[in-house]
């Protein structure tokens, strides 16, 4: 039988959830488990994108500042509350040295920049239309978040819809800035 | 696993108490991941059924359903049945092309004139190997007619000029059609608002500059351009009977309901190769509708696809017939029709809108035949 990428992709879509499961059950009667996954991986290459206004942005490389790369899509039903959290924890950030960097996957500036004024986002949202940030950062699913430290090191990555307003998040990022 | 199933599954999974630690999140799949590489060798069977049910009929309604007649070395067409109230059912053949229709004509005072034709079929990929040479052969006068202009598709005036301008330097067949290919594409687009598969009036599309357009339009435009260089092309009118299994939606039946699926498609006879497959418009459409954006023909999904359908096609598709300026047997009312690709009717009040099937009207489903 061949499998079509429609199938490969819901397979792979049900084998994360499933595997989120399995490490969630046993924690679950005991304690939340952390959303934060440390990261393993090298690095990956260094990507600069166009913001709204058409201004090479880079994705993570911020030296100094802790940087949560966010990738979104207008489509995605689940990054819409995650964009609002982030602009909440923005402002609980206010005055440190912290940056989001959201990065759109592939749709029009048009789309994103209409999206983008609806929510009123203040935070750098960038365009990647050839994909380059997601084939780099392995993304697959949305929407999914890393956490690079100010010396430009990812330290964490976040799977799916997380309130980044919440304390955790909050606490997480702080133990960075120090 | 269907999107709407999965999320009644996690539903099911909250449940079970690990809903409050499952993030929410949708599964993406990555353009230079997609791949398009249809290739021959497996044969699907299919079963397509049309069933039209004159609505309001006055006076003698006459009814023409397309039936395949394509037999070659991507279909087969394995039998037809069709059933009915007509006062005569039976099959007709256009003259000149070989198109065939099951032609049915209902008494006047038959208040509710129905008529269904099944048709089976076998179909498979196309994909030309270009590194393979074959000694083409076909009879030089049929080869003739497949250069000679119709109704929509002439072949002198701004046609000549315009191919003559894109194929200018160019020595082979391969090299014209190749030009031509390329020039359909940067020119042309999809405009998902044109009405069924377009209208193939290319000679009109020339003088305005208008290339907007469904498969009618925009290969009837790449078919011309080849005959007017003096190579063999021909349009293939058809209708897709099952979605892509390559995962383009754009290129593929959305539903078992294929009532508006209709799709043409082209061959061009070069003289290494044979007669080749050919589909430019369908490279427009997925730049136009396989996402919410147009994409660009740098895209990755579109240049997935873009040389796979110069020489090749998914066998996902039934081809009727390749005729143009059809004249239906025994017709009363209208013209000539520039293609046979849709269900036809007519009552004493005139010809009926073929491109709707809710007020026709008609309904068109397909099945693959399995075991």
């Known amino acids: ?178 | 696993m269907h999107r709407r199933a999965f999320l009644k599954t996690s539903t099911a999974v909250s449940a079970l108490a690990v809903a409050a630690t499952l993030p929410r999140l949708v599964a993406i799949v990555r353009a230079d991941e997609k791949v398009f590489d249809p290739r021959p060798g497996t044969w699907r069977t299919f079963e397509i059924t049309t069933r039209a049910e004159v609505l309001q009929p006055t006076g003698v309604t006459r009814v023409w359903l397309p039936i395949p007649v394509v037999n070659s070395e991507y279909q087969r067409t394995l039998g037809d049945r069709w059933s009915g109230n007509a006062k005569i059912m039976r099959p007709m053949t256009d003259g000149k092309y070989g198109a065939s229709t099951l032609y049915a004509e209902f008494a006047e005072g038959e208040a509710a004139p129905v008529v269904e034709l099944t048709s089976r079929f076998r179909t498979q990929n196309r994909a030309i190997d270009w590194s393979k040479k074959v000694a083409a052969t076909a009879d030089p006068a049929e080869l003739r007619m497949w250069t000679q202009p119709t109704d929509l598709i002439p072949t002198d005036g701004i046609v000549k000029v315009t191919a003559d301008e894109i194929t200018q330097g160019k020595t082979t067949d391969v090299e014209k059609v190749t030009a031509i290919y390329d020039w359909i594409l940067a020119n042309t687009y999809r405009e998902p608002n044109v009405r069924g598969c377009g209208v193939g009036d290319i000679k009109t599309m020339l003088e305005t500059r208008n290339f907007g357009g469904k498969c009618g339009d925009i290969n009837a435009l790449f078919v011309g351009l080849v005959r007017a260089v003096g190579i063999p092309a021909r349009d293939i009118y058809g209708i897709r009977v099952a979605p892509s299994a390559f995962g383009y939606k754009a290129l593929g039946a959305g539903s078992a309901n294929v009532s508006k699926a209709q799709h043409c498609r082209a061959e061009v006879f070069l003289r290494d190769y044979g007669w080749v497959a050919m589909d430019p418009a369908d490279v427009g459409k997925v730049a136009r509708e396989e996402t919410s954006e147009w994409l660009k023909l740098d895209h990755p999904l579109v240049q997935a696809v873009r040389p796979k359908l110069f020489g090749g096609w998914e066998g996902n598709w039934l081809a009727f017939n390749t005729a143009h300026d059809v004249a239906l047997p025994n017709a009363t009312k209208g013209g000539k029709l520039g293609f046979l690709m849709y269900p036809q009717a007519e009552t004493a009040e005139g010809r009926r809108d073929s491109l709707d099937p809710d007020s026709f009207k008609y309904t068109i489903t397909a099945r693959e035949i399995t075991g």
């Not at chain 1, 005055?95 to 983008?116: D, H, L, M, W």
Request: glycine letters at 4%; aromatic letters at 10%.
């Open chain 1, 1 to 178: 039988m061949t499998l079509t990428t429609e199938h490969r992709r819901w397979t792979a879509f049900v084998a994360l959830v499933a595997v989120c499961a399995t490490f969630a059950l046993p924690r679950a009667a005991h304690t939340e488990p952390t959303r934060f996954l440390p990261w393993t991986d090298a690095p990956p290459p260094s990507v600069v994108l166009n913001d709204l206004a058409g201004r090479p942005t880079p994705v993570a490389e911020y030296r100094g500042r802790v940087v949560l790369v966010s990738f979104w899509a207008t489509w995605c039903e689940f990054c819409r509350e995650q964009m609002l959290a982030m602009k909440q924890l923005r402002q609980r950030l206010a005055g440190r040295p912290f940056e989001i960097v959201a990065v759109n996957f592939g749709e029009s500036p048009t789309r994103v920049r209409e999206y983008v004024k609806s929510l009123s986002v203040d935070f750098p949202v960038v365009l990647d239309p050839n994909q380059d940030a997601v084939k780099a950062w392995r993304v697959r699913v949305l929407p999914v978040s890393f956490v690079v430290d100010a010396d430009g090191r990812p330290r964490y990555s976040v799977l799916g819809e997380f309130d980044w307003a919440s304390d955790e998040a909050v606490k997480t990022i702080t133990e960075l800035l120090r």
